[in-house]
């Protein structure tokens, strides 16, 4: 297997300009949507078929009067341990040999299956092919010795592509230079391979609790509550029926008095 590839974003470096959002439209040729009011600058409220990536504008206040904006670009993760691949029952997701992952849309079925088993909200169902659909990278342009479009569209290089460990140790010592500038906050989300599924080879490094950026705080499978549901379930089926040995146990010593 070929080293993986990754996406660093760090959203320190961030301008909103959402350049990487329109390369990415461009180059998978992605249809125009209707605009929504979000409150912000943000459009859409979320990942749609049509939109791969998403730039995100946060507001937070100080409590002193003061307020900051946050912006991040954000992405599908390509999971280490993908909820979607694992939900799909037709093959149709699959990783790659560079570690991310993809749906071939002449497999997928459009059960939407991995629509529910994203703990992000990446993956979304086009209604027009009936099939599920993410960001792959560009998974054309990487198997071509470029790197995504949204990334090359990059002006400040907030979002950088190439080897995992090469992007990872770049991240760690970006962390320490912010903590130093006086940033405490300053901390990396997903980088670490043995944390929530498994890492993931879209991590970012954030300026606040991942909360405030819309990310889940420990990213968990829904698959992962299949176990502990099952037991439950089985547990109040075994009440069930001692409460009902009961009451008919109770009729049968009344009917013989």
Excluded at 182 to 188: E, M, S, T
Aim: a neutral charge; glycine letters at 10%.
């Amino acid at each position: 297997m070929a080293r993986t590839l990754a996406m660093f974003t760090d959203v320190s470096l961030c301008i909103g300009c959402r350049a990487c959002q329109v390369a990415c439209k461009q180059w998978n040729q992605l249809a125009p949507e209707e605009p929504e009011w979000t409150g912000t600058y943000q459009n859409h409220p979320h990942f749609t078929d049509k939109s791969y990536r998403l730039v995100r504008f946060f507001e937070q206040t100080d409590g002193q009067g003061g307020l900051t904006w946050h912006m991040m670009s954000d992405v599908c993760k390509h999971c280490a341990q993908a909820g979607c691949l694992e939900a799909c029952p037709t093959g149709a997701i699959y990783r790659t040999e560079y570690g991310t992952v993809n749906i071939n849309q002449d497999i997928c079925n459009g059960c939407r299956y991995c629509v529910s088993a994203c703990p992000f909200g990446v993956v979304a169902y086009n209604e027009d092919t009936g099939t599920a659909t993410k960001c792959t990278f560009c998974n054309d342009r990487i198997h071509n010795g470029l790197g995504p479009a949204c990334a090359k569209a990059c002006p400040t290089e907030s979002i950088r592509f190439g080897y995992r460990d090469e992007l990872a140790a770049k991240a760690r010592k970006r962390v320490e230079d912010l903590k130093r500038m006086g940033f405490k906050d300053a901390q990396l989300y997903g980088e670490d391979q043995n944390g929530p599924v498994g890492g993931l080879n879209a991590f970012f490094l954030l300026l606040a609790k991942p909360s405030l950026y819309g990310l889940p705080e420990n990213p968990k499978l829904p698959q992962g509550n299949v176990l502990v549901d099952s037991l439950l379930s089985i547990g109040a089926a075994v009440m069930v029926g001692l409460g009902a040995v009961v009451v008919f146990r109770d009729r049968g010593g009344k009917g013989g008095a």
